[in-house]
């Protein structure tokens, strides 16, 4: 399932990568954050509360990388450059992140920087929608959010433009374990 869900989320301009652990996905993304936002003086990265984040020292995270700001507001997620936060479930027939969220950060990190990075269990990538739809209960969802790579608009001249509305760049973290 993770190969289909690849094709079609890299179909939509998203980057995908495959790690086996925990531990390789946040050095990935660190090394990400090192290369993409260099500017160690101001919080260019903000990073939602997460299961991924459990058991993972955010003290020693931001001495390492002072960049980081795990305190989410309106102010901090627009001018970071880089959102990162956990998707709920991947569905493999669109190569789309679903995102259930009841608080707002979670929506600022994948919505207002340039790059969302997106943190995805294998274990929560579905065949398709109607598979979603018998997990949750819709009812009890405050906020639903389908990701299907960067945000893209299109005029009336069919001139497609990325990253108006939302992100330039999608890149999903998918991880076996964790």
């Known amino acids: 399932m993770f190969e289909l869900f690849k094709e079609k989320a890299t179909f939509m301009s998203a980057e995908v990568h495959l790690f086996k652990s925990k531990a390789e996905a946040l050095d990935f993304i660190k090394d990400f954050i090192i290369e993409n936002a ?14 991924f984040l ?27 450059k880089i959102g990162i936060n956990e998707a709920d479930f991947g569905i493999a027939e669109t190569g789309s992140l679903v995102e259930i969220s009841k608080t707002a950060a979670k929506r600022l990190c ?39 790579g960067p945000s893209r608009t299109a005029d009336i001249e069919r001139v497609l433009t990325i990253g108006v509305h939302g992100p330039e760049r999608v890149i999903i973290a998918a991880v076996e374990n964790f």
């Open 38 to 51: 260099a500017n160690k003086v101001s919080k260019s990265v903000v990073w939602c509360e997460s299961q």
């Open 110 to 148: 994948s919505t207002l920087p340039e790059i969302h990075i997106a943190i995805l269990p294998l274990n929560k990538i579905l065949n398709n929608m109607a598979e979603l739809f018998g997990k949750i209960d819709i009812r009890d969802i405050p906020y639903l959010t389908i990701i299907s």
């Open 54 to 80: 459990e058991g993972i020292d955010k003290d020693a995270l931001q001495k390492e990388l002072p960049q980081i700001e795990f305190n989410i507001d309106l102010n901090s997620a627009s001018s970071a």
